[in-house]
């Protein structure tokens, strides 16, 4: 295992009802990397994604997070350590406000009776205010501070997406899991939210592992590539090398194809 992993998984297993979804699959990502794991349709990578975020419990296996066991914690407290994800059907709460789906990420929620108590109400008012000052900058970031006001279900399906990451972002996460974050995202859009990614890399050292079938995006934009296929780890590498690495080749053939022709 690299000595600066931020995540570590060895022989993961989950079973759905006679499916073996994941299948032995170990791998790690570096700190500080954006990372791509792509596989055909079906190889178990949205089921990683849930087992890494507590969404699914391994049969088998252990997951380390910055050290840590994580393997079977509540999501919750996996978000509260640092590894927060986005879903790849978006999950934004459609009748409330844009900037209250950001207030409802912040570390401790406006409007809840147990800040004031612990922290009294002037310094739970100066949380409330550092946390939507927070939720601004974010806003501002991904283009929707003109949106803040409004309903999130009014918002199209790319900005929706772009809330659900900046909603991902509040609590600082040293680790982020975006599950295919340009699906559905008109082209500018999603040259937006990748370039937002890089910024935030750079600022903050925010280590991101994202999902993505466009294989010109993984190539040009991920230091490092995962590649699944039926529920196992088949190639890890620098872009170039997985791409040249006949197992992929393999894995692809017979099932949708990488969408390019490099
Ligand atoms: N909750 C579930 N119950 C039963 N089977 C499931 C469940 N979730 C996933 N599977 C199965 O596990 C396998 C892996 O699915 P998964 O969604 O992890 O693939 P994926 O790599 O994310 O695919 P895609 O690229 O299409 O999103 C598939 O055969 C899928 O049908
Ligand atoms: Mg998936």
Redesign the pocket.
Known sequence: MSADAILEVADAVKD??G?R?VDGASFHVERGSITALI??????????FDLLSGFARLNTGTIRFAGRSIGGMAPHRIARLGLVRTF?LTRVLAGMSVMDNMLLAAPSQPGEHLPSLILGPRRARAAEARSRADAQALLETFGLRDKARDYAGALSGGQRKLLEIARALMTQPSLVLLD?PMAGVNPTLGRAILDHIAALREQRGTTFLF?E?DMDVVMSRADRVIV?AQGRVISAGTPAQVRADPAVVEAYLGSASPETTA
């Open positions: 759905f009802d499916l979804a596989g055909p349709n079906g190889a178990g990578k949205t089921t990683m790849q295919e999902v079938h699944m």
